[in-house]
């Protein structure tokens, strides 16, 4: 079945009933959602985009720019969906990976748009803005309110999203209407979605978390989104009198614990918080529920699969843990032979399941290499398993740094770094960060023209360069970078010695 069609089947049966109520106080229903979904898989259609399509998106969080998803889903189009913070140099690599029939882009960025795709010879270019402005928009509004869902296989592609390793060139996870289907309706049973549920969404919408987990719940329970265009502490507080759950980042929790008004009384109204993207610190875990009376709800998952674990919506709630295997989720925690560990015991984490992603894409040896012969997915995290089944999350056996619930690779700023008149050598870590959760630092060797080297002009001669999230909260100097009997930088070691 096509994930829309499955979507719009828990609709509810009264279509004025509210979908999405947003900050200028608008109140769209789910009828609006289904006639506007329709005229974006319309313009798709007679833009001749053909199913198995991609149409890649740069642009803000808006009602239009889910009606795009939406409408991509309908006409049987892959979306890929691309962080506005990316430069100019990262989208350049996606849409020469992905190919899109369509690339949308903010207003502000239409010129550098339209160079991209002429460079890629790409076909078409649109824009769309924050409140709904741009051309995208406008065509839409001169399609017909009816259309048919374009029927798709399980197997087909929904959406590319892309990641990366800490090596070699970023990802895109091939997510199918199978692997979205399955993970949302777990989602949606295991979390205990019920009729009056409102969902506060605060998250972004280029990445699993927003766009997928907390968007799929709450259609699938046919429930209103406080649709808002990004997290603030104070607005959510009052928000909060109007919702039932919430789904954040480990950073939106360590901010709303500095709002005075966080209180029991505040949050009275709400039935559930989840946390996920980044781990949560044990201090934070704590901090949330003597003020609130609430516990928080800490899950596991990744681009390449959505939700693997989660901590029970009834019983124990356990701080520094992900919780059990999501039903239909087979997780085990193996050794360097792949063989599973007993409980207690720390290895690599393999998942298996419908949720599971089809691959990489037009990288087939490098899916090859990340899947088992039985078919487990390789997560790059270490972990172990307690005496009662709680997964604990002790690291990862690659380099990835999230910080703010966004992944950095410090490969790609490694390579900025060395690049720098002056760097002989560079080495990027996280350390831990109150509210960040990490921070990314870069730990430099000067080469013998870098003596009037500084923190600040490195900081400076990456910004532009790459995503905010991306450039180094600290630089730190040394003389040589720590290795091992095979020259390989020994990470732990720097980790050791800055983190304070």
């Known amino acids: 079945m096509n994930l829309y069609g499955l979507l719009a089947s828990r609709f509810p049966a009264e279509g004025e009933a509210p979908c999405l109520i947003l900050p200028d106080g608008r109140r769209l229903s789910y009828a609006e959602l289904e006639s506007q979904s329709a005229r974006y898989g319309a313009l798709l259609a007679e833009a001749g985009l053909a199913p198995g399509d991609r149409v890649a998106a740069q642009v803000e969080k808006s009602a239009e720019a889910l009606f795009l998803y939406l409408g991509c889903l309908r006409a049987g189009c892959v979306f890929l969906p691309l962080n506005p913070a990316y430069t100019r140099s990262e989208v350049a690599f996606f849409l020469d990976d992905a190919r899109p029939g369509l690339f949308v882009c903010a207003p502000e960025r239409l010129e550098e748009a339209q160079e991209l795709a002429w460079a890629s010879r790409l076909p078409l270019v649109h824009d769309l803005g924050a409140r709904g402005e741009g051309s995208l928009a406008a065509a839409a509004v001169q399609m017909p309110e009816t259309f048919a869902t374009v029927e798709r296989a399980d197997g087909d592609l929904a959406s590319i999203v892309y990641t990366s390793g800490t090596t070699g060139r970023s990802k895109g996870a091939m997510l199918t209407h199978r692997n979205l289907a399955a993970n949302g309706l777990v989602l949606h049973k295991y979390w205990g979605f019920r009729p009056g549920d409102v969902l506060l969404h605060m998250l972004p919408t280029f990445h699993v978390h927003g766009l997928f987990v907390a968007t799929h719940c709450a259609l699938l329970n046919g429930s209103p989104m406080l649709f808002e265009p990004k997290f603030d502490a104070s607005r959510a507080l009052r928000l909060m009198q109007e919702a039932t759950v919430f789904m954040g980042v480990p950073t939106y929790y360590v901010r709303l614990l500095q709002e005075k008004g966080l209180t029991r009384e505040a949050v009275a109204h709400m039935r559930l918080f989840i946390s996920g993207s980044a781990p949560l610190l044990p201090e934070t875990f704590s901090a949330f529920r003597e003020r609130t009376g609430q516990t928080l709800l800490e899950r596991y998952g990744m681009t390449e699969g959505g939700m693997f674990t989660s901590n029970p919506l009834e019983g124990e709630r356990r701080g520094g843990t992900v919780g059990f295997p999501l039903p239909g989720t087979d997780v085990r925690v193996v050794g360097d032979d792949d063989a599973p560990l007993p409980a207690g015991e720390i290895g690599h984490i393999q998942v298996r399941g419908d949720n599971v992603f089809a691959g990489y894409w037009q990288m087939p040896e490098k899916t090859r290499e990340e899947f088992t012969p039985d078919g487990f997915f390789r997560t790059g995290d270490m972990g172990r398993f307690d005496s009662e089944g709680y997964l604990a999350i002790i690291g990862r056996d690659k380099d990835l740094i999230i910080s703010g619930g966004l992944n950095v690779y410090p490969k790609e700023i490694e390579e900025a770094i060395d ?79 800055f983190s304070g």
């Not at 350390?431 to 959760?437: C, E, S």
């Not at 921070?439 to 003596?451: N, P, Q, S």
């Not at 909260?473 to 091992?484: G, M, S, T």
């Open 419 to 497: 690049a720098l008149p002056g760097v002989a050598e560079s080495a990027v870590i996280g350390l831990p960060h109150p509210d960040f959760g990490e921070a990314v630092t870069a730990v430099v060797v000067r080469g013998r023209e870098g003596a009037g080297l500084t923190g600040e002009g490195i900081v400076a001669a990456l910004k532009g360069r790459m995503a905010g999230f991306k450039v180094p909260k600290a630089v730190h100097f040394v003389d040589d970078l720590p290795r091992n009997a095979m020259g390989k930088v020994q990470k732990n070691l720097l980790r050791q010695r």
